[in-house]
């Protein structure tokens, strides 16, 4: 097929993406801090330079037609000079304005009547109180004692706005995944300890959503605008990790209608050219958005196995300019499970890796971290599935989960 892309970053994601170029016959560079960086095993080049080095970006440019990235976590104005300079970044920067920080996310949710969870900004808390409010409070009124001076301002609790109470979600607004950056918070003590711990402005806090499904939705558009969903999937978190996919979700058809509107509604509004992944909440109040990740996800892991086109093979073929594949399922089912780390070591697994690859119908993918650690993604593992109704399909997964559980245990929980 031929053509030559650029990923900055170097993690299991920018490996995935090198594995799939390889298989397709283009060339993938990336750029990474350190050449024992997953992704730098299997690319075609590697440009040796933290993420955010503009000038290494601008070298990594001038081997590629094209860029992509392998996170998020971006700084959209310094990169703007480089578009400006003719580098082709794909998603856009424009494109991914509204994605880079969650509070924008959620700002545009709520201009394009997406359903996800009420919100507010942690900052909200510390402005005054309206003065109608200050006269119901248990100090309004209260004299202060001769002599002494004024307080500058009305110290009060930080109360919450109406119709929000405990518990609630806190996230940071940038840099938060696999748990860091997001904290439940249970209690007025625990929401002045946040406000205390964290610079307010970078934090946003949400209801608690009562749940019945996690679920997730891998969408794709093309240059042309051709748009095509992968089948809808549950999940299932571990201390806020993912701990295992579901492919696909035992999800009523109209649901996975509705998840794919809402992916075809802001890829269009955004004109967002590449991969994209919406988290979903299912319960009583319907499908809710958790979160938006505008590159390849943990929840289409499965893919690599169970579609005839991957999710990290469609993010190929987009960014070098090709048309999207097929990305039907060649399986009835999988189950994709995280092999998170469960003790701090330098240690390779080389006994559970070896029992893992026994397994039947089973495809191990190992990073080749140098590090684990408790709750670290070292790799996952894909296990066919062979039943075809969701019920059915359900027990099997869980057996077959069972199956690396014995081999592979989960690490402690960090949260109570």
């Known amino acids: 097929m031929g053509g030559r892309i650029g990923v900055v970053g170097g993690g299991q994601l920018a490996w995935m993406l090198a594995a799939a170029a390889r298989k397709l016959g283009i060339e993938l560079h990336v750029q990474t801090p350190e050449l024992s960086d997953p992704a730098a095993r299997l690319a075609t080049s590697v440009v040796r330079a933290p993420l955010a080095d503009l000038e290494a970006t601008r070298r990594l440019a001038q081997k590629a037609t094209a860029i992509s990235f392998e996170n998020e976590w971006l700084d959209l104005a310094a990169l703007a000079a480089l578009e400006q300079e003719g580098v082709v970044f794909i998603p856009r920067l424009e494109s991914l304005a509204d994605l880079v920080c969650k509070r924008r996310q959620r700002q545009l949710l709520e201009r394009l009547h997406l359903p996800s969870p009420r919100w507010f900004p942690l900052e909200q808390l510390l402005t005054p109180p309206p003065a109608a409010e200050l006269e119901d409070s248990p100090l309004a009124g209260a004299e202060e004692p001769a ?208 029992a893992l690859e ?38 099997e997964a869980a057996l077959r989960l069972a199956e690396v559980r014995a081999i592979w245990p989960l690490p402690p929980a960090r949260t109570p």
């Not at 625990?190 to 964290?198: D, F, P, S, Y």
């Not at 748009?227 to 035992?250: F, I, K, R």
């Not at 269009?268 to 050219?273: G, H, I, N, R, T």
């Open 147 to 354: 002599g002494e001076a004024a307080e500058p301002e009305l110290l009060l609790p930080p109360q919450l706005p109406q119709g929000f109470d405990f518990p609630l979600m806190a996230k940071a607004v940038r840099g938060g995944y696999d748990g860091r950056g997001t904290r439940v918070i249970r209690s007025q003590a625990e929401l002045e300890a946040l406000i205390e711990a964290v610079d307010p402005s970078l934090w946003l806090l949400e209801e608690f959503v009562a749940f019945e499904q996690e679920l997730a939705l891998v969408a794709c558009r093309d240059h042309l605008g051709a748009v095509q969903c992968y089948p809808l999937v549950e999940t299932h978190q571990h201390d806020q990790v993912c701990d295992w996919v579901l492919a696909p979700a035992a999800a009523a058809q109209a649901v996975e209608a509705r998840a794919r509107n809402v992916a075809a509604s802001l890829l269009a509004a955004l004109d967002y050219v590449g991969v994209l992944s919406i988290e979903f909440f299912y319960g009583r109040t319907g499908l809710l958005i958790n979160e938006l990740a505008p590159r390849t996800h943990n929840s289409g892991h499965y893919t690599i196995e169970a579609c005839r086109t991957s999710q990290f093979a469609q993010q190929v073929r987009i960014v070098s300019g090709q048309p999207l594949g097929d990305n039907s399922m060649t399986l009835s089912g999988a189950l994709m499970v995280n092999l998170l780390g469960f003790e701090t070591s330098t240690a390779a697994y080389a006994r559970q890796r070896q």
């Open 358 to 395: 026994t397994l039947p119908a089973a495809h191990l993918h190992w990073y080749g971290k140098r590090l684990a650690r408790p709750g670290r993604k070292l790799g996952h593992i894909t296990l066919e599935l062979k039943a075809s109704g969701a019920a059915e399909r359900a027990r």
